[in-house]
């Protein structure tokens, strides 16, 4: 599923973050589409902002570009990954 562009900032850049992720791993776009199931039609149109990805989308295609979610939405590096334990925070 893909959004429209709208005027909200969260969206600013997202598309060229994924090019140039992409592009940083030697991909095209037609590889990246077939790595993912996105045509290489809509991967144009979100790299150059005239769609954006659903959430789903953005995280399938981040995981592809061994990008996470913060780091396509922000274009700010993930500084660390935080794995948490909720072993002990069961409900008695």
């Known amino acids: 599923m893909v959004h429209e562009p709208t005027d909200e ?3 600013t850049g ?3 973050r994924i090019r140039q992720q992409r592009m ?3 991909l095209t ?5 077939h790595r993912t199931g996105v ?3 809509m991967i144009s149109q979100i790299e150059n902002g005239r769609s954006y990805p ?3 989308t953005l995280y399938l ?3 592809t570009l061994d990008a996470c979610f913060d780091e396509l939405m922000s274009g700010k590096p993930a500084d660390h990954v935080t794995n ?3 072993s002990n925070d069961r409900m008695t």
Not at 29 to 33: D, R
């Open 24 to 26: 940083e791993l030697g």
């Open 9 to 11: 900032p969260v969206w």
């Open 84 to 86: 948490r334990d909720d």
């Open 61 to 63: 295609i981040g995981s």
């Open 54 to 56: 659903s959430i789903s």
């Open 29 to 33: 776009q037609q590889e990246l589409a």
């Open 39 to 41: 045509s290489k039609s």
């Open 14 to 16: 997202v598309g060229a």
